[in-house]
């Protein structure tokens, strides 16, 4: 199961590399449009790729976010709770999430299978959307398999926060 959490976390680590090349390219966009501006040269369709752009960061980052606990919890009552309890409550969290996310995720699939049958473009640059769409779907998914892979350690007995 070791092998399964390291491949895991691999994966996920990959894809925060992914989101923070794109938000680079999303801050050297902005600062260039800006700058350009003031010359009266708009980088072209900035904002659609800055919003198309929002979609990959945010979409890749949510499930290594979840894998360090970095999300915001309040837990102050729950860690009064003995641990078999604790661990109950927080195992069927994590399936109602993982059912949750997944029924999104597809939903997701569905939303960009229509993006691409109805061919749907950005305004400016005319930029096929589905794209994003799925990969915001493959972090949904990705998030799904952390949360499983939360309920590997609670019962694994490693230390969680």
Same mark, same amino acid.
Request: charged residues 10%.
């Given at each position: ?31 260039? +449009?800006? @700058? /350009? ?5 708009? !980088?072209?369709?900035? &904002? $659609?790729?800055?919003?198309? *752009?929002? =979609? %990959? ?17 309040? +837990?102050? @009552? /729950? ?5 078999? !309890?604790?661990?109950? &409550? $927080?195992?069927?969290?994590? *399936?109602? =999430? %993982? ?39 493959? =972090? ?22």
């Amino acid at each position: 199961m070791k092998s399964f959490l390291k491949g895991v976390h691999k994966v996920i680590l990959f894809m925060q590399g992914i989101s923070g090349v794109v938000l680079t390219f999303v801050i050297v966009l902005t600062t260039a +449009d800006v @700058l /350009l501006r003031i010359f009266g040269h708009p !980088v072209p369709g900035a &904002v $659609e790729i800055t919003a198309m *752009c929002g =979609g %990959i960061v945010i979409g890749f980052t949510v499930p290594m976010t979840s894998w360090m606990k970095g999300h915001i919890a309040v +837990d102050f @009552l /729950l860690n009064s709770w003995p641990t078999r !309890v604790r661990n109950t &409550v $927080e195992t069927i969290t994590r *399936c109602v =999430g %993982i059912v949750m996310f997944i029924f999104i995720g597809v939903n997701m699939i569905r939303i960009g299978r229509g993006f691409q049958i109805a061919n749907e473009v950005t305004g400016t640059l005319e930029l096929p959307m589905y794209p994003v769409v799925y990969g915001i779907a493959g =972090g949904l998914f990705a998030l799904s398999v952390v949360l499983f892979c939360d309920i590997v350690k609670i019962y694994g007995g490693e230390v969680h926060e």
